[in-house]
């Protein structure tokens, strides 16, 4: 008896590098880009341990909860660490680069998250790339939550290493992932010592096995259902146009601000600026004496199908995510988490416009 997930014809070394060659072209990158056959944590703790050890001086810029993790990544491999955190709400800016440069001039990498979805904000990465690429440095970038969401160009903004992932915008599967890698991160990993080689986190076997064999050998059985659903996501992509995805995404989240702006209650956008707000998710700040998590639980009861979250962690209390992404990248899942919202908030007795929230949605959504 056939199943539609099992019984698969094996994943060939050729399908395997066409699929590659498609998400280079997503991102415009003429780059060596490799599939890891992981979640996206596994390029991005791959590449750091690649690329950085204990005569690494590293910019770690932190956004939000990924920069920390990558903090811990670059101490473990031995690197000096200088912490660049910057206030939830906010963006990172190539002035705030440019001066970590100027009081440490050693500093050789840097690490950034384009955009967090755990936060809701996104960073200038075309002037931060051009500050970092004056000093030399080798520059890290976490593409997972703006890839599909906004323009993500490796090439055009000198990133070294860019990972990217499919669960988010591109409304693919979390099982797979890529990193996009260029000449001088190569260079940087083969004077690596520390560098995992005969690892599953090692990028140098893919580069010695893989792409200088001319990409005809697999170092291993691939993922295949995941690399087949990455293949029809991208495919998907294609279809559509990567442009009008990604407007999808930036018209969720204006429709999401002020939707949020008009329903009152005391609920407003957590990242103040538009421009410093991610297409992919829209954080809010639930109004004071609200807790979050609560409010998100009761929307839930209202329409169990809105793609709302609370903030994790420490950020249950006062942080809604809307994860408008993917397929919920719509002007009807936008609408339907603001009545959901004003629907709880209205339970706790607080005054809300509903319909004006719409209102707002709709002619935002235009
Ligand atoms: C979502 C995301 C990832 C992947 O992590 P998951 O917890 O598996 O979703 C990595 N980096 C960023 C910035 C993300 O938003």
Redesign the pocket.
């Known amino acids: 008896m056939t199943h539609p997930f099992l019984d698969l014809a094996p994943l060939t070394a050729a399908r395997f590098a066409s699929i590659e060659d498609r998400v280079a072209r997503l991102l415009s990158t003429e780059q060596d880009v490799v599939i890891t056959q992981g979640?996206?944590?596994l390029p991005?703790e791959g590449a750091i341990r690649s690329t950085t050890g204990p005569g690494t001086t590293a910019l770690n810029v932190i956004t939000?909860p990924?920069g920390q993790t990558f903090g811990d990544w670059l101490r473990d491999c031995g690197a000096t660490v200088i912490d660049l955190a910057v206030p939830f709400h906010t963006a990172v800016t190539a002035e705030q680069i440019r001066d970590a440069f100027a009081a440490h001039p050693e500093i050789d990498f840097v690490s950034l998250?384009h955009?967090?979805?755990?936060t809701g904000n996104t960073n200038p990465v075309a002037e931060i790339g051009e500050v970092v690429r004056r000093h030399g440095a080798l520059f890290y970038l976490?593409a997972?939550?703006s890839v599909g969401a906004e323009p993500v160009l490796p090439d055009a903004w000198g990133v070294d290493l860019c990972v990217i992932?499919a669960?988010?915008a591109m409304g693919g599967p979390?099982g797979v992932s890529a990193v996009s890698v260029s000449e001088r991160a190569w260079a940087r990993m083969a004077a690596t010592p520390g560098a995992p080689r005969r690892s599953y986190l090692s990028l140098l076997d893919w580069k010695e096995r893989w792409i200088d064999g001319g990409r005809t050998t697999l170092l291993h059985a691939p993922a295949q259902l995941e690399m087949l659903a990455l293949e029809a996501c991208v495919e998907r992509i294609e279809a559509v146009g990567l442009v009008a995805v990604m407007d999808r995404h930036r018209r969720a989240a204006l429709a999401t601000r002020a939707g949020a702006r008009a329903l009152g209650g005391g609920l407003e956008p957590y990242v103040y600026e538009d421009a410093e707000a991610a297409p992919v998710a829209t954080t809010l700040r639930a109004p004071s004496g609200v807790v979050a998590s609560e409010l998100v639980a009761r929307a839930l009861e209202s329409d169990p199908a809105v793609p709302l979250v609370a903030g994790s962690g420490a950020l249950a209390r006062e942080m809604i995510r809307v994860n408008h992404y993917g397929v919920e990248a719509t002007q009807g899942a936008v609408r339907a988490s603001l009545a959901a919202l004003g629907a709880a908030l209205r339970e706790q007795g607080l005054g809300v416009d509903v319909e004006g929230a719409l209102r707002a949605v709709d002619s935002a959504w235009r």
């Open positions: 979640e996206a944590l991005l939000g990924y998250v955009a967090e979805a755990a976490d997972v939550a992932g669960q988010k979390a």
